[in-house]
């Protein structure tokens, strides 16, 4: 089993930054590949961002290219989300998931990823 708890949402302005944080438990966690993913009211969810199990290979959604990055911690079994330019549209719960077939390089099928946080709330106000 894989636990993944999210931090760091919150309220914002417009063209702001907030770094969002997702801590994972199990000892196999650095051969997972990650991802973040948001819904937003009435909306699909959706893939923001992807990292390899290796940190090496990363996606994004057009929509956050260049303003995201996401990154990894393998031996604090943590990864990253920092979003910068933030803009009102972004507004969403955020989670991240976790892969656990070991070492595959970037998911983006939100149907491939086993495990999930509960989210945490990005507000952008205009």
């Known amino acids: 089993q894989v636990q993944l708890v999210e931090s760091g949402g919150g309220l914002v302005q417009a063209g702001g930054s907030l770094r969002l944080s997702c801590a994972a438990s199990?000892?196999?966690?650095?051969?997972?590949?990650m991802g973040w993913f948001r819904q937003a009211p009435g909306k699909e969810r959706e893939i923001v961002a992807a990292i390899s199990w290796s940190g090496f290979s990363t996606y994004y959604a057009d929509s956050v290219k260049g303003r995201f990055t996401i990154s990894r911690d393998n031996a604090e079994n943590t990864v990253f989300l920092q979003m910068n330019s933030l803009k009102p549209e972004d507004t969403a719960i955020y989670y991240c998931a976790a892969d656990p077939t070991r070492y595959r390089a970037v998911v983006t099928g939100r149907n491939q990823y086993d495990y999930w946080g509960q989210g945490t709330q990005v507000t952008v106000s205009s």
């Open positions: 199990g000892r196999t966690f650095s051969s997972y590949a």
